[in-house]
């Protein structure tokens, strides 16, 4: 993989953190893997490195500690709720060492949302909460507003409101050449395409070729997916990949099967 | 969250390695992190920790090496196919500070395996490398075994292939009291219960209460997870639990919604 990008000099990076022992449990399917990774691409930023951690102080704090400082930007999805098990505003400011302040516009947020629902009771108030020096992030479906403080982007856990958090940020973060994408299908065992697969990568310098492999149907295929920052040199490598595997007798399916 | 186990005395934990650049892009939505935390779950270990990297040696590498030392277990998805861009068995050999060799018994596998397709190619070959030492896990499905070296234990990304090594691997791994958990579903809003959530987990030590909130049908909902490794503890915590939203006038459904 390389480093350089044809159009910028620089590539941007981004870690993401998933919060919560829901996730490690297995008892909930994360989405905000992909919902935040295929969100960074569209911004010219590439998804590095994930973790999923428990709601543990240290474990959220020592992953923040390193992800900031190796990433652009930092994402994190989970525990900043109203329960007793929302920790991690608590633990991002252990990170920073700052202390936790109420913010005075997440507040007024707050009353206005549940004006109607109940009133802003302490354990409504915790969703105010910021690291001090932090900012908000607008959450236009249940109020309670995400944060951002230095590099770090603190969002809902549920994936719709996640995603609320994320169109708020949309153009919003310095980014790079996108890295694009275009998929070759073939039904073929991968293994009988694997050495056309590794030429082809070779022969287009800035190109990189995955393959994933499935079975449905009863028989096998696989997507051949082509990833660049040069839309010619990407669209000259796919080009030449589906001719490489029609003319083994394979035929190859424009935008993937 | 306690560390100590009342039957046992000890809590085992393992961590498990994503590979691949197709998750961190969004492509592929990953199902692998779900699936390992509920069958390890089932085997008296928790996932403390999971890393999804990309395809790169170096990354991998770190990864294995930080983990394997924190934990009873480390298991990997992702990379060992026959293609150039599968290079989870290199890495690891890297990390572990040994060199690849084809184990003899994966061959034979394979030889059995391609003989009516096509026969044993040389990238085929691939699936056969494992790090020196190594010993094999079965895959029933498509022959390519998966690999354990040490405490760490290397697996298929496709999912169903994934299934069937931790099905090969049941029983296999030691490990304490499972976490028994019980679910307590309730329509409300999670805000409106938060202070009796976390009286009730304080008034019941060695019990966890997660909270999962959702929007259904147009009204908010929340199912709340119990978790111990205590049977009783754990049926008195969803009692007390029941009955004190019931006295708030707010009817609980047991098992969840």
Request: net charge negative; charged share 20%; glycine share 12%.
């Amino acid at each position: 993989m390389s480093d350089s990008s044809p159009n910028t000099g620089r590539i941007y990076t981004a870690a993401l953190i998933v919060i919560g022992d829901e996730i490690l449990s297995g008892r909930t399917q994360d989405k905000n893997i992909a919902q935040v990774g295929t969100w960074l691409g569209l911004q010219g930023i590439r998804l590095r490195e994930v973790r999923v951690v428990p709601d543990v102080t240290e474990a959220i704090a020592e992953a923040v500690n390193t992800l900031r400082a190796r990433h652009d930007y930092l994402f994190t999805t989970g525990g900043i709720g109203p329960t007793h098990d929302d920790i991690t505003v608590d633990a991002i400011a252990v990170a920073f060492g700052v202390g936790v302040t109420v913010h005075p516009e997440a507040r007024a947020i707050l009353e206005g949302y549940y004006e109607s629902r109940g009133g802003l009771t302490e354990m409504r108030l915790r969703m105010a909460r910021v690291p001090e020096g932090a900012d908000l992030i607008p959450n236009r479906y249940t109020g309670a507003p995400g944060i951002r403080i230095g590099n770090v982007f603190i969002m809902a856990g549920v994936p719709a409101i996640t995603a609320g958090m994320l169109d708020a940020l949309s153009g919003a973060l310095e980014g790079g050449a996108p890295l694009l994408s275009e998929t070759v299908g073939c039904w073929c065992q991968e293994s009988e395409v694997a050495q056309l697969l590794a030429d082809t990568e070779q022969a287009h310098p800035g190109c990189q070729i995955g393959s994933y492999p499935f079975w449905r149907d009863g028989r096998s295929g696989a997507n051949f997916v082509i990833r660049s920052t040069d839309a010619e040199e990407l669209a000259a490598c796919s080009r030449d990949l589906a001719s490489a595997l029609e003319a083994m007798g394979k035929p190859a399916t424009p935008g993937g099967i």
